[in-house]
Nanobody, 121 residues
Framework: QVQLVESGGGLVQPGGSLRLSCAAS????????MGWYRQAPGKKRELVAH???????VYADSVKGRFTISRDNAKNTVYLEMNSLKPEDTAVYYC???????????????WGKGTLVTVSS
C-alpha cells in the first residue's frame, strides 16, 4: 500500500502564494509519476499538474505559468508551488501517485485525503 499525506493548504489572499507538499510512504517502489488534482465546489476533480520520475511535467492550462510542480525522489515528496493565486483556485487539492500498469493489471492510482486551499480576501 501507498500512503499519501498532503500538507500546506490554508487561506491565502488573491495574488499570494502557497506551497503544498505530499509525502509518500509505504510501498513506494515502482511509483512512476506523482501529481496534484483539485476539486472545486460543484466541479469534477481535475488534473492540476503531473510529474514523472524523470521530472517531465504537464500542467493544466488554467495554472500553467503560475504553478510549479517538483519532486524530491530521495524524500518521496512532491510539491506544488502556487503563485499568483486566484479565487478560482479555491479547491481541495489531492496528491496522486501512479504505479504503471502491465499486461495483467491496469495502472494503480493512490490518493491522499486532500488539503483545502482557499483563495479569498
Amino acid at each position: 500500500q501507498v500512503q499519501l499525506v498532503e500538507s500546506g493548504g490554508g487561506l491565502v489572499q488573491p495574488g499570494g502564494s502557497l506551497r503544498l507538499s505530499c509525502a509518500a510512504s509505504g510501498s513506494i517502489f515502482s511509483i512512476n509519476a506523482m501529481g496534484w488534482y483539485r476539486q472545486a465546489p460543484g466541479k469534477k476533480r481535475e488534473l492540476v499538474a503531473h510529474i514523472t520520475n524523470d521530472f517531465s511535467t504537464v500542467y493544466a492550462d488554467s495554472v500553467k505559468g503560475r504553478f510549479t510542480i517538483s519532486r524530491d525522489n530521495a524524500k518521496n515528496t512532491v510539491y506544488l508551488e502556487m503563485n499568483s493565486l486566484k479565487p478560482e483556485d479555491t479547491a481541495v487539492y489531492y496528491c496522486n501517485a501512479v504505479k504503471p500498469g502491465n499486461l495483467i493489471r491496469s495502472a494503480i492510482n493512490y490518493w491522499g485525503k486532500g488539503t483545502l486551499v482557499t483563495v479569498s480576501s
